[in-house]
């Protein structure tokens, strides 16, 4: 074998050996999270979300339900609402989603809304004017407690990721989120999805660690 093919050979051991020890990648588009008062000022008062698919993290779904976001310069239409409620009413979009409608909305984590801007949620005639909760997510990994032992990571911690897809990427700046509720998969977002080439069944390893904040 010449030198060239045994480095191609090389490479691709390396490349499975990454991809059977790695983390799951998942892209998330925009979705909704919405609380009680919400839901029952859209959908009827008790309404109850229908389920349309599980999702990687036991216990949330898709619902059948989909909701508009209108901003001042445009909307987004059939944004998918995410069960089940929450105590916080929260949109999640793309800096993409973002510019296109005309609004400003920061990269926070999950949960943290205090402070962000508001939207209008629409479903048909109704609506709701939310004063805070229009999120950029920032990118992160569930970990079980289990495989957070294993890779030598906490909770709160920010390292960089090598997502192995079909332009390799290294995304900097991603929170380690650990529960013994989560299953172990990282969340980009569709601009961070196309940047890097990601498809289904593309998988990605921590490269380097930081302080956890």
Same mark, same amino acid.
């Given at each position: 074998m010449n030198p060239e093919d045994l480095n191609c050979l090389i490479e691709e051991v390396v490349k499975r050996v990454?991809?059977?020890?790695g983390i799951e990648v998942e892209a998330s588009g925009r979705h909704i999270?919405?609380?009680?008062?919400t839901i029952d000022a859209l959908f009827g008062k008790g309404y109850e979300l229908r389920v349309a698919k599980y999702l990687s993290q036991p216990g949330q779904f898709a619902s059948?339900?989909?909701?508009?976001?209108?901003?001042?310069?445009?909307?987004?239409h059939n944004v998918i609402v995410l069960g089940p409620e929450r105590s916080q009413s929260q949109a999640e979009i793309s800096a993409t989603d973002a510019l296109a409608i005309g609004v400003k909305a920061p990269v926070r984590e999950? +949960?943290?809304? %205090?402070?962000?801007?508001?939207?209008l949620v629409m479903n048909g005639g109704k609506s709701v004017q939310l004063s805070e909760g229009l999120i950029v997510a920032k990118r992160h990994i569930h970990?079980?407690?289990?495989?957070?032992?294993?890779?030598?990571?906490?909770?709160?911690?920010i390292v960089q990721v090598k997502v192995n897809a079909g332009r390799p990427l290294i995304f900097d700046d991603v929170v380690i989120r650990v529960?013994?509720?989560?299953?172990?998969v990282m969340h980009i977002d569709y601009d961070e999805a196309n940047a890097c080439g990601w498809s289904k +069944?593309?998988? %990605?390893?921590?490269?380097?660690?930081?302080s956890a904040l």
């Amino acid at each position: 074998m010449n030198p060239e093919d045994l480095n191609c050979l090389i490479e691709e051991v390396v490349k499975r050996v990454e991809n059977q020890n790695g983390i799951e990648v998942e892209a998330s588009g925009r979705h909704i999270h919405l609380d009680r008062a919400t839901i029952d000022a859209l959908f009827g008062k008790g309404y109850e979300l229908r389920v349309a698919k599980y999702l990687s993290q036991p216990g949330q779904f898709a619902s059948k339900e989909r909701v508009t976001l209108v901003g001042s310069k445009g909307v987004l239409h059939n944004v998918i609402v995410l069960g089940p409620e929450r105590s916080q009413s929260q949109a999640e979009i793309s800096a993409t989603d973002a510019l296109a409608i005309g609004v400003k909305a920061p990269v926070r984590e999950s +949960g943290d809304i %205090a402070g962000t801007p508001g939207i209008l949620v629409m479903n048909g005639g109704k609506s709701v004017q939310l004063s805070e909760g229009l999120i950029v997510a920032k990118r992160h990994i569930h970990m079980t407690v289990e495989d957070a032992a294993k890779a030598n990571v906490k909770q709160g911690e920010i390292v960089q990721v090598k997502v192995n897809a079909g332009r390799p990427l290294i995304f900097d700046d991603v929170v380690i989120r650990v529960s013994p509720n989560f299953a172990t998969v990282m969340h980009i977002d569709y601009d961070e999805a196309n940047a890097c080439g990601w498809s289904k +069944g593309t998988r %990605a390893q921590i490269m380097k660690k930081s302080s956890a904040l």
